[in-house]
């Protein structure tokens, strides 16, 4: 609680602060209590009043209800004497400014509980505004804690925030190269996959060659066989045709044995001459004929030969694509 000098208002009491009694100006003593410069009316409160007036003075509001009591105190001690030997209450009733007096006594009394009570509000009430002044001081040291707390957090809030921009610029960026990467390779799966396409068109045209050059290798096979049968078949022919032949040579040896030895008989000899000669003479048609067909059946092997080669050249080439692929 704060004392008169620094203007706290008390409740109950009008004016900004209680001033002090009224009393000599600065420097000057004070009259003494009950000495003729004080007024007659007021010689005895107003001791009690300046008594309580310096004790507010020295030590404050908070000392006001002891200041009071040593202001009554010093009241009571006026009005008693000084000693029993100095001064002699006379018999008899009292005289009426000793009524008074004590009737002043009892106001000024009343007037210190009064004002002690109002004292203890008064502290009361500045003990609560002092409870209320920590508070909201501690209220508003929270809050500007608070607030320099939520400064910091709204300061690494938004450095947060750069970053998370800085990384989304960066996402955004590496997603658009994603995605012109997955553009490129999209075109090249098409591109891939066109080619795979008439890799398979291909695949299937070699397929279809690979079997059409199957069936004419086949069929070469069946040729060079039949061919080589037919070989077989003409050289046995030829020999035997051979044979014929020196057989035919043999009895040509013979007749000219026979046309040597048998001079005799011109025209036996002329005709079995005439017969020898066109026996020759078939003989030698049917090797002309022999000798022919051996040629022509030499030129078909080597023809079947040259076919049966380029068939297996061919597949040989087309199985090597093939593995290739």
């Given at each position: 609680?704060r004392?008169?000098?620094?203007?706290?208002?008390?409740?109950?009491?009008?004016?900004?602060?209680?001033?002090?009694?009224?009393?000599?100006?600065?420097?000057?003593?004070?009259?003494?209590?009950?000495?003729?410069?004080?007024?007659?009316?007021?010689?005895?409160?107003?001791?009690?009043w300046?008594?309580?007036?310096?004790?507010?003075?020295?030590?404050?509001?908070?000392?006001?209800?002891?200041?009071?009591?040593?202001?009554?105190?010093a009241?009571?001690?006026?009005?008693?004497?000084?000693?029993p030997?100095?001064?002699?209450?006379?018999?008899?009733?009292?005289?009426?400014?000793?009524?008074?007096?004590?009737?002043?006594l009892?106001?000024?009394?009343?007037?210190?509980?009064s004002?002690?009570?109002?004292?203890?509000?008064?502290?009361?009430?500045?003990?609560?505004?002092?409870?209320?002044?920590?508070?909201e001081?501690?209220?508003?040291?929270?809050?500007?804690?608070?607030?320099?707390?939520?400064?910091?957090?709204?300061?690494?809030?938004?450095?947060?925030?750069?970053?998370?921009?800085e990384?989304?610029?960066?996402?955004?960026?590496?997603?658009?190269?994603?995605?012109?990467?997955?553009?490129e390779?999209?075109?090249?799966?098409?591109?891939?996959?066109s080619?795979?396409?008439?890799?398979?068109?291909?695949?299937?045209?070699?397929?279809?060659?690979?079997?059409?050059?199957?069936?004419?290798?086949?069929?070469?096979?069946?040729?060079?066989?039949?061919?080589?049968?037919?070989?077989?078949?003409?050289?046995?022919?030829l020999?035997r045709?051979?044979?014929?032949?020196?057989?035919?040579?043999?009895?040509?040896?013979?007749?000219?044995?026979?046309?040597?030895?048998v001079?005799n008989?011109?025209?036996?000899?002329?005709?079995?001459?005439?017969?020898?000669?066109?026996?020759?003479?078939f003989?030698?048609?049917s090797?002309?004929?022999?000798?022919?067909s051996?040629?022509?059946?030499?030129?078909?092997?080597?023809?079947?030969?040259?076919?049966?080669?380029?068939?297996?050249?061919?597949?040989?080439?087309?199985?090597?694509?093939?593995?290739?692929?």
């Amino acid at each position: 609680m704060r004392d008169a000098s620094r203007g706290w208002r008390i409740p109950g009491v009008r004016g900004a602060r209680p001033a002090p009694p009224a009393g000599p100006a600065p420097g000057a003593r004070a009259p003494a209590c009950g000495s003729p410069a004080q007024p007659r009316r007021s010689r005895l409160p107003g001791c009690a009043w300046a008594a309580g007036g310096a004790a507010v003075a020295r030590r404050g509001l908070g000392g006001v209800a002891g200041g009071w009591s040593a202001a009554a105190a010093a009241a009571a001690g006026a009005q008693q004497p000084a000693s029993p030997a100095a001064v002699r209450q006379p018999a008899g009733p009292p005289p009426p400014g000793a009524m008074a007096g004590s009737s002043s006594l009892e106001a000024v009394r009343r007037k210190i509980r009064s004002l002690q009570e109002q004292a203890d509000a008064a502290e009361e009430r500045a003990g609560s505004l002092q409870r209320e002044l920590d508070y909201e001081r501690k209220l508003r040291e929270t809050a500007e804690a608070d607030v320099a707390s939520l400064n910091r957090r709204i300061q690494l809030v938004e450095e947060e925030l750069d970053r998370a921009q800085e990384r989304l610029a960066t996402a955004l960026q590496k997603l658009e190269e994603a995605e012109k990467a997955a553009d490129e390779s999209e075109r090249g799966m098409k591109v891939i996959e066109s080619r795979a396409q008439k890799d398979e068109e291909k695949m299937e045209i070699q397929e279809i060659q690979l079997k059409e050059a199957k069936h004419i290798a086949e069929d070469a096979d069946r040729k060079y066989e039949e061919v080589a049968r037919k070989l077989v078949i003409i050289e046995s022919d030829l020999e035997r045709a051979e044979e014929r032949a020196e057989l035919s040579e043999g009895k040509c040896a013979e007749l000219e044995e026979e046309l040597k030895t048998v001079t005799n008989n011109l025209k036996s000899l002329e005709a079995q001459a005439e017969k020898a000669e066109t026996r020759a003479e078939f003989a030698e048609r049917s090797v002309t004929k022999l000798e022919k067909s051996i040629d022509d059946l030499e030129e078909k092997v080597a023809h079947a030969k040259e076919e049966n080669l380029s068939m297996h050249q061919m597949l040989d080439q087309t199985l090597l694509e093939l593995n290739n692929m």
